[in-house]
């Protein structure tokens, strides 16, 4: 079998950062140059043409996604350079036949891209019958995030297609070695190569496991294994800007210093410091969840102190977030135990038994549901809505991976405005 291509996909909205990832893709053994969709979308052919001028020596392959008008669009991408041009695989027969008779024109190649195809392995078929030269088992970032997995799109397709099939999404070294057992030619990485600091040991990383393939026994992760690692691998600050800036809550501090709470909530309501139900809720809790108590903002009595923190931490509860306020905060910062509160107080109120557990809360400004997720650290609290707590997780792990990038950058020498092109991207009125 031929050596498989390394393509790496530039999805990124700045030519000039993109240009020099490449450069480095390339020393690490990248051989086909993708110009990213949001790259062309954002700056257009010149993407396509400045690839092929500082890459001469490589195949430039432009993601022009392409629904309609398939003739002009291919003309565009190969008059600029591109020796591959993409077309989405879910385009009319007629697009796609339009597309392959202007490559045959230009000379160029065309890729099918699988992405969102019901049955992809009749789709794949009637492609190659319509002239397509590769087909692409791609499944989108977006459909990433909720689990979908290019691997077994691949593997759908083994053995039942003629044409050379590439295979594109969330692929990191290990899974590039699984693609290639599995019959992928062409082995497209975005991410794991373009956000990494270090983008020539991550292209090399996967080059090595394409050149090598081996594969390891991977260990079955349950859902909220998942979601409880990557949360614990991210900051609070990240899973809010995965929610496009939500679901932080106002006003709520550590107040044990660099302390993190991960874990779905156990909610408590509370009435004028009541310690009854946020004690009673600590033997409801399991190990690893959070208690989030409201005392309705409350700052001049406290519903929790050392004694209940001793309970939670003896019960492996994970951390306390409290709309209110909380006492014996020297003990507590000694037993290390995290610990989130809008005030400090030495007074507590009496246990009588008021108020709730596990009901729907209002904490801080946020809506809480017994599961949600809380990601708590220095920075505060943010709760996410339980049904979109993988989703979530996954894309808090590419706003840290694509920061890294950003942080290498700024290092060499570039300001934050320049790297973002924050001029360019302000909104136009
Ligand atoms: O085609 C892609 C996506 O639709 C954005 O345009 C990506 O290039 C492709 O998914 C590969 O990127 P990663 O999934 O980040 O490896």
Not at 194 to 213: M, S
Request: aromatic letters at 2%; proline letters at 4%; hydrophobic letters at 45%.
């Amino acid at each position: 079998m031929a050596t498989p291509t390394l393509q790496v996909a530039l999805d990124l909205l700045e030519l000039d950062r993109a240009v020099e990832i490449a450069d480095e893709a390339v020393r690490g053994g990248a051989d086909w140059i993708e110009a990213g969709t949001p790259l062309i979308k954002s700056e257009g052919m010149q993407a396509v043409r400045a690839l092929r001028e500082r890459f001469p020596g490589h195949e430039i392959v432009a993601d022009m996604k392409i629904a309609d008008t398939g003739a002009v669009e291919v003309e565009m991408a190969a008059k600029s350079g591109a020796g591959i041009v993409c077309i989405l695989a879910d385009a009319d027969d007629t697009v796609i036949a339009e597309a392959v008779r202007s490559a045959r024109k230009y000379g160029v190649r065309i890729m099918a891209d699988l992405i969102n195809v019901a049955d992809p392995v009749s789709r794949s078929r009637e492609l190659a019958a319509l002239g397509v030269d590769y087909i692409n088992a791609h499944v989108g970032i977006d459909q990433q995030m909720i689990g979908k997995s290019s691997l077994d799109l691949l593997r759908r397709l083994a053995g039942e297609v003629g044409t050379p099939v590439a295979v594109a999404g969330g692929l990191d070294a290990e899974t590039a070695s699984e693609a290639v057992a599995a019959g992928a030619s062409i082995v497209i990485v975005g991410g794991n190569i373009i956000k990494a600091a270090d983008v020539t040991g991550a292209a090399q990383r996967v080059r090595n496991a394409i050149d090598r393939p081996e594969i390891r026994p991977r260990e079955e992760e349950s859902r909220d294994a998942v979601i409880r690692r990557l949360f614990e691998a991210v900051s609070a600050p990240n899973v809010t800007d995965a929610m496009h800036r939500k679901g932080a809550m106002a006003g709520v501090v550590s107040l044990c210093g660099r302390k993190k709470a991960v874990g779905p909530a156990v909610t408590v309501r509370t009435v004028a410091g009541d310690w009854a139900k946020p004690v009673e809720a600590i033997d409801v809790a399991g190990p690893g969840d959070v208690l989030v108590i409201s005392n309705d903002g409350r700052k001049d009595v406290a519903p929790w102190g050392e004694l209940a923190t001793h309970s939670a931490k003896n019960r492996g509860v994970a951390g306390v977030v409290i709309d209110g306020a909380a006492r014996d905060i020297d003990d507590i910062r000694e037993m290390g135990f995290p610990l989130f509160a809008t005030a400090t107080v030495p007074n507590a109120g009496d246990p009588k038994g008021l108020g709730e557990i596990n009901t729907e809360i209002a904490c801080c400004g946020q809506e809480v549901r017994p599961g949600d997720w809380i990601v708590a650290d220095e920075s505060g609290v943010v709760v996410v809505p339980r049904e979109r707590a993988y989703e979530v997780a996954r894309r808090a792990m590419e706003v840290k991976k694509t920061e890294e990038r950003i942080r290498e950058e700024i290092r060499r020498g570039k300001t934050l405005s320049e790297v973002s092109e924050l001029l360019k991207w302000e909104k136009r009125r």
